[in-house]
C-alpha cells in the first residue's frame, strides 16, 4: 500500500498487544520519548482472544500515572485496528503526530533544554 | 540490462520435458473481459474510460502515476467517478458471456472505498449496477459499509451510452433507471467492472487434455465431485471451474490438493529429501559479536534510503563486528555470502536490515541454522516496509529512522538468548465435529488417505441440514447422494461414528488433543486422543417470523416448499409468490446468506416443470445468481417467471384471506402497488448458524456475531482456524451451496493431511516461562491466559507447559512480581529498544 505516514514514528514489535508491559511505556516517557501508542487488532478480535483489552487497560493505567505526574495522560493512546487496514494505520500515525504536535515535547526535555541553556 | 539481481537469463529457450505423474491439478486461472470491442463503451476511444485491472494499477503505489489518484487524459485528480457493472458478464447481447463473475461487485466496491481514501478532495463514487451481489462471507457489511458510511452511491439502472464532452474529457453516461426513465449524468472517470473469461490458451490446454468444458469453456464438474473433471486423474482449483474469488479459490485447489492426495495416498513419503542441519555450536562463553547486513532491495530501500551512511553507522554501534550492504539480502548468493562471514567473522548475532519479518524471518533464520547458529540469535530492522516505502518523499528522515532502527535492532540482538523447540510426536487420529455432508466428507477424505477418523453427531442420526433437501439447482438427487455418502462412511474400517453424542471437555495442544465426549443414547463418558479437529457443525434455515409464517398453512420455508413439491406435485399451485431475504440483510442478521436466490429459482423452475401454466412472483432486493448460477436465473424470466424488486425499507405486506394469501408489494416499472392473491407463499429464509456457544467456549474458539466460527485468514486461509491443528468446513464457516460445502471438506481434509503426514512436530520456542523463586502464586497468570495453560505444580508455583504455550506474553505482562518472561521477548529485550531508541534525547 505504501501510504505514506509521518517519519517520527519508531515500531517495537511485540507478539501480542497484551505483552505491552506498563513500565514498557512509562519507561519510554522516562528516556525522553514525546508520545506512545499502542496498536492491537480490533476488539473483539484479538489473535490471542483479549490480550487487545488488556493492552488498553494498561495504556489507561500509563494515562493516569502520567496525568497525575504531569507529563500528560494524552501522550499516550490505543489504537485498534485489523491487518486489512493499512490505510487506517497510517491515519493513526497522522493522527498522533499531530496530537503530540499539539502538546509539543515531552516537559522533560524542557527541563534539560533550560539546563543547557 | 534491467533485473539488477541478474536473476533473469535472457538467453533462456524453450525447453521440453517429460515428467510422469499421477494425478493433474489444473488452475490454469481465468483473465480479464477485453472491452475494446463494445462501442457503447467508448473504451480504446476515450482516455478516461479505464478497466477495473487499469483503475487497480492506478490505485497501485507501484503504477503509472506511484498511487496518486488521476485520470489518465489530463492528469487530474478525478472529482466523479463512475463504475459500470457487468461488463462481459450477465450479457448475452453483447460479449455473449451469460455468466456472473461473482468477484466485480466486490472489487468495485473495493475500488471505490479506497479511491475515497486516496482523494484529497471529496471524491463522489457511483456503481451503476443490475444488482449488488455481495454474498460472500461478511461481503454484506462491506457494502453496508460502502453505502451508509462512506457514502458510495449504487444506481440500479441499464447503461445505454457513454460519450466524451469535447474539450473537459469528462463523461456523460446515459442510462434507463428501474422505473425505466432515460437519464444522464457527467462523470470525471469511468471505470468498467470487467468480468472473468477463460483465456484462448486455457481452452486448448483443456482440449489437448480432453477435459470437458461448458459453452463458455468452464470446466464441468459434477455438484458432488466439485474437484473433479470430466478425466478421471485431473482435477481442478479455482476460476476454470467457474468465476470465483480469492477465498473460494484457495478452498477450491485445497480440495482438488485432497482428491490428488487421496489417489496417490499409498505414494506419500516416497520421494522425499530431508536436510541436514549441523550440530548447534555454543555461544555461552562467546564475547557477543554482532554481524549487520543492510538490503538495498534493488532501489526499493537504496532509492530513498542513504544505504551506505546506514551501514557505517552500523559499524560504530556496541558488539558490531562486521557490516555489509547488498543489492538483495535475500538472494541465494547473499545467503551463500552471509554464511561464509558468519563463520569467517565468528559472528554470533545476526541483524538484517530489510523489509518485514513477516516474509523474510525464515530464511534468514534458515541461513542462520545453515551454519551452526541458533535461529532465534536473529534480529530484523524493517527499513523497508516501515520506511523507505512510506517515506519516500523525505530521504533525510528515512535515512535517520533507518539508523534508529538498526541501532534499536543492534541492542536487541546483543541480548538475544539460543533457544530450543521443542519436537512433539503427533496422534494421528482425526476428530471431525459433526456429522453432514461436510463432516461425512472430510471424514471420508482423511480415511481414504489411511487417518483414523472419529466423527462426533449430536443427533441420532447422520445428514444434517442435507436430510431436508431435495436437489440441487443442476437437478442432482441429493437424497441419494447422502445415502451413499452415508453408506460409504458408516462401512468404512477406518470411520468410526459416534451419534447422539457431545463434546464436554477438550485439552492438549495441535497433534496431540483430548476430547471428552457423552455418547448417546446412555451418555456414558469418553475420552478420545486425535491430532486434529475438523469443525464441520453446519447451520439451520431459519424459522421465520415474518409474513405469518407459523399461522398459515400456506405460508412455507423454500426447503418446506421443495418437499412439499416432491411430495404433492403442484398441479394446484395457480399462483405462488416467493419473497426472498427473509431474516437475512437485516438489522438483526446483515449478511447474506447466499444460497437463497437460488433456492427460490431452483424451486420456481421446479414449479414450472411440474405446473406450466403456474404464476410465479418473485419478490427479491438484489439476486445474487453468481457464477454459472446467472444461466438459471435467465431461464427462469424466459419461462415467465416475474421478478420484482422491493428495497429493504418498503417490504411486501401479506394477508390471509380465504380466497389466498394477499401480497401486497410495490411494482418498481409501474411505480405503483400490485395485490397478488397467492396459493402459497414461499419465505427465502436465510441461514442461520447451529447453536456451537458451548462447543466455542470448550474449544476456546472465536466465532463471529452471527455465530460462524472465524477463519485465521479470510482471504489465503479459509479453511484454517488460527490454533493450530483446527480445521473449518462447510456451513459452520458461512452459508453456502451443497458443492461448495464439499470442496470445502475436503479443503479442511487436506490441511489436516498436511499436519497428520508428519512424523513430529517442532513447538515454537517463543512461549513463557515461570522463575519459580519469584513466583508468588498470586494466580494472575492462571486467570489472564486465555488458553488457560499456567497451572500451580506440585512445588506450589506456576507452571507453564511450553507446548500448550501460545506465545502472547499476556501473562508475562500482568504477572506482578515480574517472575514470568516470554521467549525472545523478555523484558530486557523490549525494553533494550525502548532505551537505545531514545540513547541520548534526555
Not at chain 2, 344 to 366: G, I, M, W, Y
Request: hydrophobic residues 40%; aromatic residues 6%; charged residues 25%.
Amino acid at each position: 500500500m505504501r501510504l505514506n505516514y509521518p517519519s517520527n514514528i519508531r515500531i517495537i514489535r511485540v507478539p501480542c498487544t497484551g505483552k505491552v508491559d506498563l513500565i514498557h511505556i512509562l519507561r519510554a516517557f522516562e528516556k525522553g520519548a514525546d508520545g506512545v501508542y499502542v496498536v492491537g487488532c480490533l476488539e473483539g478480535d484479538c489473535r490471542f482472544s483479549n490480550g487487545n483489552l488488556r493492552a488498553r487497560k494498561r495504556v489507561e493505567q500509563a494515562q493516569q500515572i502520567l496525568n497525575a505526574i504531569g507529563i500528560g495522560g494524552e501522550r499516550v493512546q490505543m489504537y485498534n485496528l485489523s491487518s486489512g487496514e493499512g490505510p487506517r494505520f497510517a491515519e493513526f500515525a497522522l493522527e498522533m503526530t499531530e496530537k503530540i504536535k499539539a502538546l509539543g515535547i515531552n516537559p522533560m526535555k524542557l527541563a534539560k533544554m533550560k539546563k543547557v541553556a | 540490462m534491467m533485473c539488477l539481481a541478474k536473476a533473469i537469463d535472457y538467453e533462456d529457450s524453450e525447453r521440453r520435458s517429460t515428467l510422469s505423474v499421477g494425478a493433474v491439478i489444473l488452475c490454469p486461472g481465468s483473465e480479464g473481459f477485453d472491452p475494446s470491442g463494445l462501442d457503447v463503451f467508448g473504451y480504446g476511444k476515450y482516455s478516461n474510460v479505464v478497466t477495473s485491472e487499469e483503475f487497480e494499477r492506478i490505485l497501485s503505489a507501484s503504477g503509472p502515476y506511484r498511487g496518486h489518484l488521476m485520470r489518465p487524459l489530463d492528469r487530474e485528480a478525478p472529482k466523479k467517478i463512475a463504475w459500470i457493472q457487468c461488463v462481459g458478464s450477465r450479457d448475452i447481447n453483447l460479449s455473449g458471456n451469460g455468466y456472473c463473475s461473482s468477484v466485480c461487485c466486490m472489487y468495485a466496491i473495493k475500488e471505490s472505498m479506497i479511491a475515497k481514501e486516496h482523494s484529497h478532495d471529496e471524491l463522489d463514487c457511483a456503481i451503476f449496477n443490475m444488482d449488488i451481489r455481495s454474498f460472500g462471507k461478511d461481503y454484506e457489511k462491506y457494502y453496508n459499509r460502502a453505502k451508509d458510511e462512506q457514502g458510495v452511491r449504487f444506481i440500479r439502472s441499464r447503461i445505454h451510452s457513454i460519450e466524451e464532452i469535447q474539450g473537459t474529457g469528462d463523461l456523460i453516461i446515459g442510462y434507463t433507471d428501474e422505473t425505466g426513465l432515460i437519464k444522464q449524468e457527467t462523470f470525471s472517470m469511468v471505470v468498467l467492472s470487467v468480468g472473468l473469461r477463460i483465456p484462448d490458451s486455457v481452452a486448448n490446454l483443456a482440449r489437448r487434455l480432453r477435459v470437458d468444458m461448458n459453452r463458455y469453456n468452464f470446466a464441468v464438474t459434477p455438484p458432488f465431485d466439485p474437484a473433479q473433471t470430466s478425466r478421471p486423474g485431473i482435477f481442478i482449483g479455482g476460476a476454470f471451474q467457474g468465476p470465483k474469488d480469492i477465498p473460494s479459490s484457495v478452498t477450491e485447489a485445497g480440495a482438488a490438493a485432497c482428491a490428488a492426495g487421496t489417489l496417490l495416498a499409498d505414494g506419500r513419503g516416497t520421494a522425499t529429501k530431508s536436510v541436514e542441519m549441523p550440530t548447534e555450536i555454543d555461544i555461552e562463553k562467546a564475547e557477543t559479536r554482532i554481524g549487520v547486513f543492510v538490503c538495498n532491495c534493488g532501489i526499493n530501500i537504496g532509492g530513498v534510503v542513504d544505504v551506505p551512511a546506514v551501514a557505517d553507522y552500523a559499524a560504530t554501534l556496541p558488539y558490531v563486528s562486521f557490516v555489509d550492504q547488498n543489492l538483495f539480502t535475500c538472494s541465494q548468493d547473499t545467503q551463500d555470502k552471509i554464511r561464509d562471514v558468519i563463520k569467517e567473522k565468528n559472528l554470533n548475532r545476526v541483524v538484517v536490515a530489510s523489509c518485514s519479518p513477516r516474509t523474510h524471518e525464515p530464511l534468514f533464520q534458515e541461513t542462520l541454522q545453515a551454519c551452526g547458529l541458533n535461529k532465534y540469535l536473529f534480529e530484523m530492522a524493517n527499513i523497508r516496509d516501515q520506511d523507505s516505502w512510506v517515506h519516500g518523499s523525505d530521504p533525510k528522515s528515512a535515512t535517520e529512522k533507518a539508523k534508529d532502527l538498526v541501532r534499536m535492532a543492534v541492542a536487541r540482538a546483543g541480548l538475544l538468548k539460543p533457544l530450543t523447540e521443542k519436537k512433539i510426536s503427533i496422534n494421528k487420529r482425526a476428530l471431525v465435529i459433526g456429522g453432514g455432508v461436510a463432516g461425512m466428507n472430510a471424514a471420508l477424505s482423511l480415511a481414504d488417505q489411511g487417518f483414523e477418523t472419529v466423527i462426533v453427531e449430536k443427533e441420532a442420526q447422520l445428514g444434517g441440514l442435507a436430510g431436508d433437501l431435495t436437489a440441487t439447482i443442476e437437478g442432482a438427487d441429493i437424497q441419494r447422494y447422502l445415502l451413499e455418502l452415508v453408506d460409504k462412511v458408516s462401512n468404512h474400517a477406518k470411520i468410526q461414528v459416534l451419534t447422539e453424542s457431545l463434546i464436554v471437555g477438550f485439552s492438549g495442544f495441535k497433534g496431540n488433543f483430548t476430547t471428552e465426549i457423552m455418547v448417546g443414547p446412555g451418555m456414558y463418558e469418553r475420552k478420545i486422543d486425535h491430532g486434529v479437529v475438523i469443525l464441520a457443525t453446519g447451520a439451520n434455515e431459519y424459522k421465520p417470523t415474518e409474513y405469518l409464517y407459523g399461522q398459515d398453512y400456506r405460508v412455507m420455508t423454500q426447503i418446506e416448499l421443495g418437499k412439499r413439491l416432491e411430495a404433492k406435485g403442484a398441479e394446484d399451485l395457480k399462483t405462488v409468490v416467493m419473497i426472498q431475504c427473509v431474516g437475512s440483510r437485516n438489522e438483526e442478521k446483515p449478511n447474506c446468506s447466499r444460497v437463497c436466490c437460488q433456492s427460490a429459482v431452483k424451486n420456481a423452475l421446479h414449479i414450472k416443470e411440474l405446473n406450466p401454466d403456474a404464476m410465479i412472483y418473485i419478490l427479491y432486493r438484489d439476486m445474487r445468481m453468481y457464477g454459472l448460477l446467472e444461466d438459471y436465473y435467465t431461464e427462469a424470466r424466459q419461462q415467465g417467471i416475474l421478478f420484482s424488486n422491493f428495497t429493504q425499507d418498503h417490504p411486501p405486506k401479506v394477508e390471509a384471506t380465504d380466497e389466498g394469501i394477499m401480497i401486497t408489494f410495490k411494482d418498481h416499472i409501474l411505480q405503483r402497488d400490485l395485490i397478488i392473491p397467492a396459493d402459497l407463499l414461499a419465505l427465502s429464509a436465510g441461514m442461520v448458524a447451529e447453536d456451537t456457544e458451548e462447543l466455542a467456549s470448550i474449544l476456546k474458539l472465536p466465532r463471529n456475531n452471527e455465530g460462524y466460527f472465524i477463519e485465521a485468514h479470510v482471504k489465503l486461509r479459509p479453511v484454517d482456524l488460527a490454533n493450530d491443528g483446527i480445521f473449518l468446513c462447510g456451513t459452520a464457516h458461512s452459508p453456502k451451496l451443497i458443492s461448495e460445502t464439499i470442496s470445502q471438506s475436503l479443503a479442511a481434509a487436506s490441511r489436516a493431511t498436511i499436519f497428520l503426514s508428519q512424523s513430529e512436530i517442532t513447538l515454537s520456542a517463543v512461549t513463557a516461562k515461570v522463575d519459580p523463586d519469584l513466583c508468588a502464586a498470586c494466580l494472575v497468570c492462571v486467570r489472564a491466559c486465555p488458553y488457560g495453560v499456567p497451572r500451580i505444580n506440585e512445588e506450589g508455583v506456576s507452571e507453564i507447559d511450553e507446548a500448550l504455550c501460545h506465545g502472547c506474553g499476556i501473562c508475562a505482562a500482568e504477572c506482578p512480581a515480574k517472575a514470568i518472561e516470554l521467549n525472545w521477548y523478555e523484558d530486557d529485550q523490549v525494553m533494550s529498544k525502548v532505551e537505545a531508541l531514545l540513547k541520548g534525547v534526555l
